[in-house]
């Protein structure tokens, strides 16, 4: 169960602005699926990222299929990503976002930022890969 609020353009451009900007506490969000709380995600720094994606899938490529909630984000001053509740979810499942100021936050998995020679290693190995599977097509 989703609510979506439409502003037109305008207006809403306006409306974040003015309310974002004139917050004293970054919010957090209280995720509540079949309405268990099972987590309240946010950032204590001055910069970040939140993010709660749901994600369906049914790939005919490799008969993948799922259904799932992540909630996520990134602490930009340290480029941490954080992970604060990650689950399968079913048809029927009632999926709540309640964005507070709450200071009560879950304390999510940090994963460090990947060092530059780590990042390299893996676009190339990625490289590689696409290499051999495109090798019929190049």
Known sequence: MFSILAFPSANFDY???YKLSHRMKNP???IYINDRLVTTAGITSEFGVVSVITT?????????????INVGGLDST????????NQQLAIGDEVTIKI???D????PTVNPKTSEEEHL???ISYFHRLKEELKDHL
């Open 15 to 17: 409306y974040c602005h």
């Open 28 to 30: 957090s969000f209280e």
């Open 56 to 68: 369906w899938v049914n790939s005919s490529v490799d008969n993948y299929k799922d259904l799932k």
């Open 78 to 85: 340290d480029e941490s990503y954080l992970t604060w509740h």
């Open 100 to 102: 507070t100021d709450s």
């Open 104 to 107: 009560n936050i879950s304390t």
């Open 121 to 123: 290693k893996r676009k």
